[in-house]
């Protein structure tokens, strides 16, 4: 598999088990009490932060970056794009070495279809196609929640949900880049179905397309870091 697949399979494989940390620190909080679809979108962002920094060694992560130095950073020779400025910012900016960001991430809670996402996959877009870009990899991770008791037909709607979702990914067309959803495993705590799930636009290497069989992503929930966070 060529190298920068990869990276991405790394990257994404971290941003999906920082989201099941975060379920999993939120249930610790309160005591198994709380719905994950009461989690805060700040704690997602964090451990999704944390997972990235500990599994994906070296790179930097950078939380709320502004969305104008994010594009600049990216094509300093580029055209300007105004409405990329002011006081936008993406929730993690990734770099790999350099001063130029290789990836961008943006965290949303709850997502219960396409539409909530939308905005964010859009504005994400606008980023990465940028003339000249550096970015290899945009993420739109989020915690996917149905709350219902734990029946097969309840679990076959929240699959179907995913479904749809993953077929709207992959109609997305956007030259120069491949766009799908991934999600974790199916997950029921008692409260409700859960599960950790990205829609993940990867730059197209024309030679090398990923084939059906792997396009997509299964999280490393059970993989220890790479490296030791410092205390």
Known sequence: MHAEMLKADKIVSAVLAGVVEARHTYAAWTANGGYFSWAPEYLITVSV???????CAPLTVWPEFPLGDAARDSAPAGPGRAWLDGNRRVDLLIYRGGSRPHAVVEIKRNVD???????????????LVGEGGSFQLGVVA??????????????????ARLRRMA???????????????????????????????AVVMERA???QRRSPAKARYSPCESRSAQVTSPP
Not at 49 to 55: T, Y
Not at 167 to 181: I, K, T, Y
Not at 182 to 192: K, L, R, S
């Open 113 to 127: 279809g396409w539409g909530r996402i939308t905005g964010d996959l859009d504005r994400m877009r606008s980023l």
């Open 142 to 159: 989020f915690s996917c929640t149905y709350m219902a008791p734990a029946e097969p037909r309840e679990r076959e709607r929240f699959v």
């Open 205 to 207: 290497d024309r030679e």
């Open 167 to 197: 077929e709207a990914a992959e109609a997305v067309d956007e030259p120069g880049w491949q766009c799908r959803l991934t999600a974790g495993g199916i997950n029921h705590d008692g409260h409700e179905y859960w599960s950790a799930a």
């Open 49 to 55: 932060a944390q997972a990235v920094w500990d599994w």
